[in-house]
């Protein structure tokens, strides 16, 4: 019967089909080698959504396994060495093969961060910005890179093989060539140009969708993600949640959770998560990035024109660039800096984040220390990221941290206020700029600086110890200092780390690492478990921070706690916590001014101007963040009066 349909084989021997199958569904088809068929029965969704009967037409099989209800059509070359699971539809693809031995993308090494090498990340399905931090960075530990090396080279051996998987409800449209592709289950793949040696990592709950014109070669691409829209893909990692489009361009790349990337250029970059570029002529080069957002025109360079583009550059946590900023690697910016104008001297800001990096006539970095931390867009952040996780996988590789005031950033903020109170006391008066580590800032910035300093660290400090004493008062005295017991679940230690976007204490990150050289973490369930064990006990290793680190700040010492200390800490907690609200919501304010109205009332009477502010962009009196700062200040007397009550009624 198949024969009269135009169908066949070079050995007929070798092709078997399920009981029930329906031969009449197959017509015009040519079978090589061994060929499994499933049941042709029903219909599948095809990838532009059309309902279509099952069946094979117009192609070429050899040595596939083809699952049940699968439509094929219109094969151009043929389809070799693949497994093909159930409800798969595949129409017009030119050519889809897997060569003997392939791996699938597992086993590319990514030359990251630094052209010339060095910093090689192994690409490989589990990859996680945790894992790959690791291997990138920290090379002056070459037992631990072994060991990071040794797990990721044993994973690729898992999945070498001679035929490639095409999971279950996978739809492939309108794509010329896939070569060396492993498709993960409900996978939408809508007329790309070439994908070759790569996985397509995908689930029914979290679909990953690859589109028009994009070409990709030597991938790995995470559930949920999306690349789109003319992207061209090479040596890279695209995380969960991803989304990579817009004919932009990528080589040597990291991409980890939720990055966005549209339109701009990537090489050899550390895109942590929430990495976000959007715009034409940005160019991201040999940088490690996270929670970052590049402005228009943004790029770097790393070649000085000596020994090659051998240069990297940080920019640290929550890091903006302003349009058509610059910045000559090598270089640092400390976390939540905004940088702007074009930057040809290097610099290290790392331990003044918070800061505005400014560059004057003659390219060099003027600095404003900490002057961020009151600004609406720092205090948003830490609330958008979470609200913005597209992550849809059952487990999600990266380990986030999303907090924008930790012992990360706070500690930084005490090494910066100590700097700062250093060259104001040291500088000569009569001195206008003094630089620190290649950045300028002027001489009355020091003590403003300071000054900013100062509330970020006291807001933040104060926050934690009342939000825990809130439910300890009402144990009584011996809860509360239960609450500053010698002994605790949490590890003091005095440095946090940015781990590719977890947060935690330095010497957990030394723990970790030293089980790693000895071998006692030697898989990735391991690495995994170990990274699920620090993430569980942050809270508490945080609480150890802030008890250590407040008593120094405050000059208490919360083992001998009183209810005059309790007193105290409220009264303060309601002065600085005010005092920050309010300078917050001055911040957001300024969104409604006068300034902010210029060219609204186009073309109307001088009413016209208000009037068409107010339709566009409301009043500040709707707007949902400064009815949140209005929300905060209206409870927090009442919050803090009911703690004092309870600390009389109880103590």
């Keep these: 019967m198949l024969k009269g349909q135009s169908c066949s084989a070079r050995d007929w021997g070798t092709v078997w ?46 040595n596939c396994t083809v699952g049940r209800d699968v439509r094929i059509a219109n094969v151009g070359v043929h389809i070799g060495n693949y497994e093909i699971g159930d409800g798969v539809c595949i129409e017009d693809v030119g050519i889809l093969e897997t060569a003997a031995g392939s791996t699938f993308g597992n086993g590319v090494e990514v030359e990251v961060l630094n052209e010339g090498g060095g910093r090689e990340v192994i690409l490989f399905d589990e990859l996680s910005a945790q894992f790959a931090y690791l291997l990138c960075l920290h090379r002056y530990r070459p037992k631990l890179v072994e060991g990071l090396q040794a797990i990721a080279r044993g994973y690729v051996e898992t999945v070498r093989g001679d035929i490639g998987r095409i999971g279950a409800g996978v739809r492939i449209q309108s794509t010329k060539e896939i070569r060396n592709v492993h498709i993960g289950a409900g996978a939408v793949i809508a007329g790309a140009g070439s994908l070759v040696n790569g996985t397509i990592l995908s689930t029914a709950a979290a679909v990953t969708r690859v589109g028009q014109d994009v070409a990709a070669r030597d991938f790995i691409i995470a559930e949920g993600a999306q ?11 695209v ?35 929430y990495t976000v570029t959007h715009h034409k002529s940005t160019l991201l080069i040999a940088g490690l990035f996270s929670f970052y957002n590049a402005g228009s025109g943004t790029n770097q360079s790393n070649h000085m024109y000596k020994l090659g583009p ?9 890091t903006k660039t302003g349009s058509f900023s610059y910045l000559m690697w090598p270089c640092r910016v400390g976390a939540f800096g905004v940088v702007l104008g074009k930057h040809t001297n290097s610099f290290d800001t790392t331990d003044f984040p918070f800061s505005h990096h400014e560059a004057d006539s003659n390219g060099r970095c003027v600095m404003v220390p900490g002057l961020n931390l009151i600004t609406v867009g720092s205090v948003r952040d830490g609330a958008k990221w979470p609200r913005r996780d597209g992550r849809q996988a059952g487990h999600r590789r990266d380990h986030l941290s999303f907090e924008v005031f930790t012992p990360y950033t706070v500690g ?27 950045a300028f800032i002027k001489r009355p910035l020091l ?66 690492e030293a089980t790693i050289e000895s071998g006692e973490i030697g898989s990735l369930e391991q690495f995994r ?16 921070w802030v008890k250590a680190v407040s008593q120094e700040v405050f000059e208490k010492d919360w083992h001998r706690i009183e209810e005059g200390d309790l007193t105290w800490i409220a009264t303060y907690y309601l002065k600085v916590r005010q ?45 949902s963040f400064i009815r949140e700062m209005e929300d905060c200040l209206a409870a927090l007397k009442p919050r803090v009066s009911v703690f004092l009550d309870n600390v009389n009624r109880f103590l």
């Excluded at 206020?417 to 003094?434: G, N």
């Excluded at 005295?477 to 500053?484: N, S």
């Excluded at 001055?586 to 101007?609: H, M, V, W, Y």
Aim: glycine share 14%.
């Design 579 to 623: 005092k920050f609200l309010q300078m917050v919501r001055t911040d957001a304010e300024k969104e409604f001014g006068e300034t902010s109205r210029l060219g609204f009332g186009q073309d109307g009477p001088a009413e016209a101007n208000d009037q068409d502010f107010a339709a566009v962009r409301g009043h500040s009196q709707s707007n």
């Design 17 to 62: 089909v399920e009981e029930g199958f329906n031969p009449v569904r197959v017509r015009n088809t040519h079978f090589a080698g061994t060929v499994k068929l499933g049941a042709l029965r029903g219909t599948v969704s095809s990838a532009a959504g059309v309902e279509k009967i099952s069946g094979i037409f117009n192609a070429y099989l050899e």
């Design 447 to 512: 003590r403003m600086g300071g000054k900013f300093y100062r509330i970020g660290i006291e807001h933040y400090l104060l926050e934690k110890l009342f939000s825990r004493l809130e439910g300890a008062v009402q144990g009584g005295r011996e809860a509360v200092r239960a609450l500053f017991g010698e002994e605790g679940k949490g590890l003091y230690s005095k440095r946090w780390v940015d781990l590719g976007g977890q947060l935690m204490a330095c010497e957990r990150m030394s723990a970790l």
């Design 529 to 544: 478990g170990a990274l699920d064990t620090i993430q569980a006990g942050t809270d508490e290793d945080e609480w150890a």
């Design 412 to 438: 930084k903020m005490r090494r910066g206020l100590r700097r700062l109170k250093e060259l104001r006391e040291t500088t000569d008066k009569s001195v206008d700029q003094v630089m620190v580590n290649g």
């Design 310 to 318: 051998v240069h990297e550059g940080r920019l640290e946590r929550g």
């Design 227 to 237: 690349v789109t829209e003319g992207a061209i893909v090479e040596k890279c990692y």
């Design 239 to 273: 995380g969960q949640g991803c989304q990579i489009g817009k004919q932009f361009s990528a080589t040597h790349c990291l991409f980890f959770a939720n990055c966005e990337a549209f339109h701009g250029e990537a090489c050899s970059v550390f895109a942590g998560p």
